[in-house]
């Protein structure tokens, strides 16, 4: 390539060389070129990846980088979630900042009033929904077992 190409140069450079050796491509030149290439490879959202592991571990991060430049107000994925929020299902009642237009609005705790307890309640058959957690739950359990046993076993 010639060492006076712009950006759109190179990035029609790098489409010619994907039609011609694939989606996996080696890149020499010097450091500078090298930058020029990642940087149209990332500009014109091209999906191929470097031969070098240097090149293509650069070229994710500036994909990365270019990604949350591109969707403003979304922030980037960060950590796995604590291990207490791991694997647990929540319902739109323990969202803190949930507003249902229409619902009459009540307090996100309700506090708890000690009202007389019948002395015999009869308990009547589960309902749909708390028979469906129920096989959720189990099933979840089951998998998180699985899990263990694998772990255990030294892989």
């Given at each position: 390539?010639s060492s006076q190409?712009?950006?759109?140069?190179?990035?029609?450079?790098l489409?010619l060389a994907?039609?011609r050796?694939?989606?996996r491509?080696?890149?020499?030149?010097?450091?500078a070129?090298k930058?020029?290439v990642?940087?149209?490879?990332?500009d014109?959202?091209?999906p191929i990846t470097?031969?070098?592991?240097a090149?293509?571990?650069?070229?994710?991060a500036?994909?990365?980088?270019a990604?949350?430049?591109?969707?403003?107000?979304v922030?980037?994925?960060?950590?796995?979630?604590?291990?207490?929020r791991r694997?647990g299902?929540r319902?739109?009642?323990?969202?803190?900042n949930?507003?249902?237009?229409?619902e009459a609005q009540?307090?996100?705790?309700?506090?708890?009033?000690s009202?007389p307890k019948?002395?015999?309640v009869?308990?009547?058959a589960?309902s749909e929904?708390e028979?469906r957690e129920?096989?959720?739950?189990?099933?979840?359990e089951?998998?998180?077992?699985?899990?263990q046993?694998r772990?255990?076993r030294?892989?």
């Open positions: 390539m190409a712009d950006r759109a140069g190179v990035a029609a450079a489409r994907m039609e050796y694939g989606e491509i080696a890149v020499s030149g010097s450091v070129f930058a020029a990642i940087r149209a490879a990332v014109a959202q091209l470097f031969a070098d592991p090149l293509e571990s650069r070229r994710q500036e994909t990365t980088k990604e949350v430049k591109r969707r403003p107000g922030p980037a994925a960060g950590p796995e979630p604590p291990p207490h694997h299902l319902t739109l009642g323990q969202l803190d949930l507003h249902i237009e229409g009540r307090p996100a705790q309700v506090p708890t009033t009202a019948p002395s015999r009869q308990k009547s589960p929904l028979q129920a096989r959720i739950r189990a099933q979840m089951a998998k998180r077992a699985r899990r046993g772990k255990g030294g892989a």
